[in-house]
Protein backbone atom coordinates (compact mmCIF):
# COMPACT_ATOMS: atom_id res chain seq x y z
CA UNK A 1 0.00 0.00 0.00
CA UNK A 2 1.29 3.64 -0.82
CA UNK A 3 1.67 5.37 2.27
CA UNK A 4 -0.28 9.03 2.65
CA UNK A 5 2.46 10.91 4.09
CA UNK A 6 1.44 14.82 4.99
CA UNK A 7 3.80 17.47 4.18
CA UNK A 8 4.33 19.64 7.47
CA UNK A 9 0.88 18.04 9.12
CA UNK A 10 -2.29 18.68 7.22
CA UNK A 11 -1.00 21.84 5.72
CA UNK A 12 -3.43 22.90 3.78
CA UNK A 13 -6.15 23.06 6.43
CA UNK A 14 -4.22 23.92 8.93
CA UNK A 15 -0.87 25.95 10.45
CA UNK A 16 2.04 23.90 8.50
CA UNK A 17 4.60 22.35 11.21
CA UNK A 18 1.74 22.77 14.19
CA UNK A 19 0.34 20.55 16.67
CA UNK A 20 -3.11 21.07 15.18
CA UNK A 21 -1.65 20.48 11.21
CA UNK A 22 -0.16 17.11 12.82
CA UNK A 23 -3.74 15.45 14.71
CA UNK A 24 -5.59 16.80 11.17
CA UNK A 25 -3.24 15.30 9.64
CA UNK A 26 -4.34 11.69 11.39
CA UNK A 27 -7.82 12.22 11.17
CA UNK A 28 -8.13 13.27 7.34
CA UNK A 29 -6.09 9.67 7.08
CA UNK A 30 -2.04 10.07 6.73
CA UNK A 31 -0.01 7.39 7.43
CA UNK A 32 2.60 9.29 7.98
CA UNK A 33 3.66 12.95 8.79
CA UNK A 34 6.55 15.16 7.56
CA UNK A 35 7.94 17.87 9.55
CA UNK A 36 10.95 20.45 9.71
CA UNK A 37 13.44 20.50 12.60
CA UNK A 38 15.57 23.34 13.55
CA UNK A 39 17.75 24.84 16.32
CA UNK A 40 17.65 27.51 18.38
CA UNK A 41 20.18 29.88 19.87
CA UNK A 42 20.42 27.83 22.95
CA UNK A 43 20.35 24.57 21.75
CA UNK A 44 16.52 23.51 21.63
CA UNK A 45 15.34 21.48 18.47
CA UNK A 46 11.86 23.14 17.04
CA UNK A 47 9.51 22.36 14.62
CA UNK A 48 9.81 25.08 11.66
CA UNK A 49 10.37 24.98 7.94
CA UNK A 50 12.18 28.43 7.37
CA UNK A 51 15.22 29.19 9.34
CA UNK A 52 13.64 32.62 10.07
CA UNK A 53 9.82 33.41 11.24
CA UNK A 54 7.49 35.45 9.64
CA UNK A 55 8.51 38.89 11.01
CA UNK A 56 12.22 38.03 9.93
CA UNK A 57 13.94 36.77 12.98
CA UNK A 58 16.27 34.38 13.13
CA UNK A 59 14.99 31.02 14.66
CA UNK A 60 19.09 30.46 15.41
CA UNK A 61 19.40 33.75 16.25
CA UNK A 62 16.30 33.32 18.99
CA UNK A 63 16.35 31.22 22.56
CA UNK A 64 13.37 28.71 22.53
CA UNK A 65 11.22 31.06 24.93
CA UNK A 66 11.44 33.60 22.23
CA UNK A 67 9.55 31.77 19.88
CA UNK A 68 5.97 31.82 19.21
CA UNK A 69 3.40 29.81 20.81
CA UNK A 70 2.93 27.94 17.88
CA UNK A 71 6.16 26.94 17.07
CA UNK A 72 6.82 23.49 19.01
CA UNK A 73 9.25 21.68 20.44
CA UNK A 74 10.16 18.02 18.40
CA UNK A 75 9.63 16.00 21.13
CA UNK A 76 5.89 17.06 21.26
CA UNK A 77 5.64 17.04 17.66
CA UNK A 78 6.21 13.14 17.75
CA UNK A 79 3.94 12.79 20.18
CA UNK A 80 1.25 15.02 18.56
CA UNK A 81 1.95 12.26 15.83
CA UNK A 82 1.00 9.15 17.71
CA UNK A 83 -0.50 6.59 15.95
CA UNK A 84 1.24 7.29 12.68
CA UNK A 85 5.35 7.28 11.25
CA UNK A 86 7.25 10.34 11.24
CA UNK A 87 9.54 11.57 8.56
CA UNK A 88 12.16 13.80 10.30
CA UNK A 89 13.81 16.60 7.54
CA UNK A 90 16.52 18.00 9.06
CA UNK A 91 17.15 21.35 8.06
CA UNK A 92 20.61 21.83 7.58
CA UNK A 93 21.39 23.33 4.20
CA UNK A 94 24.72 25.28 3.54
CA UNK A 95 22.55 28.50 2.26
CA UNK A 96 20.83 28.78 5.45
CA UNK A 97 21.28 31.14 7.99
CA UNK A 98 21.36 28.28 10.56
CA UNK A 99 23.95 25.79 8.84
CA UNK A 100 26.05 23.99 10.87
CA UNK A 101 29.00 21.69 10.51
CA UNK A 102 28.83 20.51 13.52
CA UNK A 103 25.69 18.90 12.99
CA UNK A 104 24.11 19.48 16.25
CA UNK A 105 20.39 18.91 15.19
CA UNK A 106 21.50 15.66 13.34
CA UNK A 107 22.73 14.42 16.73
CA UNK A 108 19.51 15.68 18.70
CA UNK A 109 17.71 13.46 16.28
CA UNK A 110 19.27 10.56 17.38
CA UNK A 111 19.37 11.19 21.04
CA UNK A 112 15.97 11.61 20.55
CA UNK A 113 14.64 8.98 18.32
CA UNK A 114 17.29 6.39 20.51
CA UNK A 115 15.46 7.67 24.13
CA UNK A 116 12.19 6.96 22.69
CA UNK A 117 12.92 3.60 21.21
CA UNK A 118 11.35 5.16 18.24
CA UNK A 119 13.48 3.64 15.31
CA UNK A 120 10.83 1.83 13.87
CA UNK A 121 8.45 4.32 13.34
CA UNK A 122 10.67 7.49 11.99
CA UNK A 123 12.84 8.26 8.73
CA UNK A 124 15.14 10.78 8.54
CA UNK A 125 15.45 12.98 5.69
CA UNK A 126 17.80 15.75 4.51
CA UNK A 127 18.70 17.71 1.54
CA UNK A 128 21.71 17.93 3.18
CA UNK A 129 23.79 14.53 1.68
CA UNK A 130 26.45 14.53 4.98
CA UNK A 131 23.74 15.07 7.62
CA UNK A 132 22.01 11.50 6.72
CA UNK A 133 25.25 10.11 6.57
CA UNK A 134 25.90 11.01 10.19
CA UNK A 135 22.08 9.99 11.15
CA UNK A 136 23.39 6.75 9.75
CA UNK A 137 26.62 6.35 11.12
CA UNK A 138 25.44 7.21 14.83
CA UNK A 139 22.30 4.56 14.47
CA UNK A 140 22.38 2.33 10.99
CA UNK A 141 19.20 1.36 12.85
CA UNK A 142 17.35 4.81 12.00
CA UNK A 143 15.85 4.98 8.15
CA UNK A 144 17.42 7.10 6.26
CA UNK A 145 16.52 8.94 3.24
CA UNK A 146 18.17 11.64 0.18
CA UNK A 147 15.75 14.44 -0.19
CA UNK A 148 16.74 16.05 -3.84
CA UNK A 149 15.20 18.00 -7.09
CA UNK A 150 17.45 17.86 -10.38
CA UNK A 151 20.74 16.26 -9.93
CA UNK A 152 24.20 16.37 -12.14
CA UNK A 153 24.28 12.21 -12.67
CA UNK A 154 22.58 9.77 -13.54
CA UNK A 155 19.17 7.90 -11.48
CA UNK A 156 20.74 4.66 -11.30
CA UNK A 157 24.39 6.28 -10.29
CA UNK A 158 21.93 8.31 -7.62
CA UNK A 159 20.23 5.27 -6.53
CA UNK A 160 23.43 3.01 -6.39
CA UNK A 161 25.62 5.54 -4.62
CA UNK A 162 22.73 6.15 -1.64
CA UNK A 163 22.06 2.15 -1.70
CA UNK A 164 25.68 1.56 -0.87
CA UNK A 165 26.15 4.25 1.97
CA UNK A 166 23.27 2.25 3.92
CA UNK A 167 20.08 4.73 2.94
CA UNK A 168 16.68 3.79 2.82
CA UNK A 169 15.03 5.96 0.34
CA UNK A 170 15.23 8.59 -2.41
CA UNK A 171 12.41 11.60 -2.09
CA UNK A 172 12.38 13.06 -5.13
CA UNK A 173 10.88 16.63 -6.52
CA UNK A 174 7.86 15.53 -7.75
CA UNK A 175 8.50 16.98 -11.50
CA UNK A 176 11.95 14.17 -11.84
CA UNK A 177 9.66 11.27 -11.43
CA UNK A 178 8.68 9.43 -14.27
CA UNK A 179 9.14 5.28 -15.20
CA UNK A 180 13.11 5.30 -15.37
CA UNK A 181 13.50 6.69 -12.03
CA UNK A 182 11.20 4.43 -10.20
CA UNK A 183 12.61 1.44 -12.17
CA UNK A 184 16.61 2.88 -10.80
CA UNK A 185 15.66 3.04 -7.23
CA UNK A 186 13.82 -0.40 -6.91
CA UNK A 187 16.83 -1.92 -8.97
CA UNK A 188 18.88 -0.58 -5.88
CA UNK A 189 16.19 -1.34 -3.29
CA UNK A 190 15.08 1.71 -2.22
CA UNK A 191 11.74 3.25 -1.51
CA UNK A 192 10.54 6.19 -3.14
CA UNK A 193 8.42 8.46 -1.57
CA UNK A 194 7.54 11.65 -3.70
CA UNK A 195 7.15 15.54 -2.56
CA UNK A 196 4.98 17.65 -3.04
CA UNK A 197 2.00 15.86 -4.61
CA UNK A 198 -1.41 17.40 -4.63
CA UNK A 199 -3.25 16.68 -7.66
CA UNK A 200 -5.04 13.82 -8.16
CA UNK A 201 -4.64 12.71 -11.02
CA UNK A 202 -0.34 13.35 -10.22
CA UNK A 203 -1.07 11.02 -7.63
CA UNK A 204 -2.84 7.99 -9.58
CA UNK A 205 0.03 8.21 -12.19
CA UNK A 206 2.78 8.20 -9.22
CA UNK A 207 0.71 4.65 -7.68
CA UNK A 208 1.09 3.16 -11.87
CA UNK A 209 4.62 4.32 -11.42
CA UNK A 210 5.13 2.35 -8.21
CA UNK A 211 5.87 5.00 -6.03
CA UNK A 212 5.83 4.17 -2.76
CA UNK A 213 4.84 7.27 -1.04
CA UNK A 214 2.82 10.77 -1.68
CA UNK A 215 4.09 13.17 0.25
CA UNK A 216 0.58 16.07 0.32
CA UNK A 217 -0.57 19.14 1.93
CA UNK A 218 -3.73 17.00 1.36
CA UNK A 219 -3.99 14.02 2.79
CA UNK A 220 -7.51 13.29 2.43
CA UNK A 221 -7.64 13.54 -1.29
CA UNK A 222 -4.66 11.39 -1.30
CA UNK A 223 -6.38 8.34 1.11
CA UNK A 224 -8.84 8.71 -1.32
CA UNK A 225 -6.72 8.34 -4.36
CA UNK A 226 -4.78 5.40 -2.44
CA UNK A 227 -8.00 3.95 -1.52
CA UNK A 228 -8.01 2.64 3.00
CA UNK A 229 -5.50 1.96 4.87
Known sequence: MVRVIAHRGASAAAPENTI?????AKELGADWVELDARRTLDGKVVVHHDDHL?????????????????V???DAALDACAGMSV????????????FDVTESVAR??????????AQA?????????????LVHELDPSIPTAFLHLTMDKS?????????????????????????????????????????TVDDPTRMAQLIELGVDGLC??????ARRVVGPA
Open 20 to 24: EAFHL
Open 72 to 74: CDL
Open 155 to 195: WDELAREVAAAGHAALHPWDPVVDDGYVAAAKAHGLDVNVW
Open 121 to 133: DVLVSCFHYPTIG
Open 87 to 98: NIEIKNWPLDTD
Open 54 to 70: PDGRVIVDLERAELPGH
Open 216 to 221: TNVPDV
Open 108 to 117: HVVELVQRRQ
